[in-house]
């Protein structure tokens, strides 16, 4: 099993629409879980942290379930430019090592 | 503030040349990463200095790559000798120890 598995997409959807990705990481030991974000040809940056009791940052919802070890990433009233690829991250256990998902992609449409 | 600088940002080369990629952390991250990016492996960790020390290169791929971080404001990631399956966008990362980490913008490499 990888360690942190994402459904590649891609995702298209029209402006407006909400969108959802999910993520499963494989190590029960991970502490720190995030959502980046990355422009095609662009570096990876930080969306948002995901915290266990899910966190939301405007039109941006993050939710975590340890149990079943699965992450969640929630977009509303999605816009042309929230098109990019998102990547689950996980800490594995330390406080450094970072995880990556493939990630991914998602295509807002006018 | 600038950011991480990475040069340069696109290398083409041939097989078995060397190759250098530099990297200039963000200043007063203590802790610098290098990452690879390809389409089938997606992003991996190859190597993590803390202070300047090399704490884990569990993720360099073989004794062609190396890596070395004289100082806290300067490090280098060197392949010889280059091959094609190691053509792959590398990235270099900084931050402060368990905080967020902020990518350079990258060095696109083709090995003919």
């Known amino acids: 099993r990888k360690e942190v598995e994402q459904d590649p997409g891609p995702f298209n959807v029209p402006e407006g629409a909400t969108v959802a990705f999910n993520c499963t990481y494989s190590?029960?030991?991970?502490?720190?879980f995030f959502w980046y974000r990355q422009d095609c040809r662009k570096e990876p940056k930080l969306l948002m942290s995901v915290y266990s009791s899910g966190n939301e940052d405007g039109r941006f919802t993050a939710q975590l379930n340890r149990a079943s070890q699965y992450i969640s990433l929630l977009i509303r009233d999605s816009k042309l430019s929230d098109s990019a690829t998102y990547l689950c991250v996980n800490s594995g256990g330390s406080n450094y090592k970072l995880t990556f998902g493939k990630g991914t992609l998602l295509t807002v449409n006018p | 503030d600038a950011g991480v600088i990475q040069s340069p940002r696109h290398e083409v080369t041939e097989m078995g040349q060397e190759v250098t990629l530099r990297c200039k952390p963000i200043?007063?991250?203590?802790?610098l990463f290098w990452y690879r990016q390809t389409m089938m492996r997606g992003l991996e960790l190859l190597i993590y200095f803390n202070n300047n020390v090399p704490i884990d290169d569990s993720g360099m791929p073989e004794d062609r790559f190396s890596a070395k971080m004289p100082n806290a404001s300067f490090s280098t990631l060197k392949i010889q000798p280059s091959e094609p399956r190691d053509s792959a966008v590398y990235f270099c990362a900084s931050s402060t120890l368990a905080n967020e980490q902020f990518f350079g913008p990258g060095t696109r490499l083709t090995v003919l």
């Open positions: 200043s007063g991250h203590n802790s």
């Open positions: 190590n029960s030991a991970s502490q720190s």
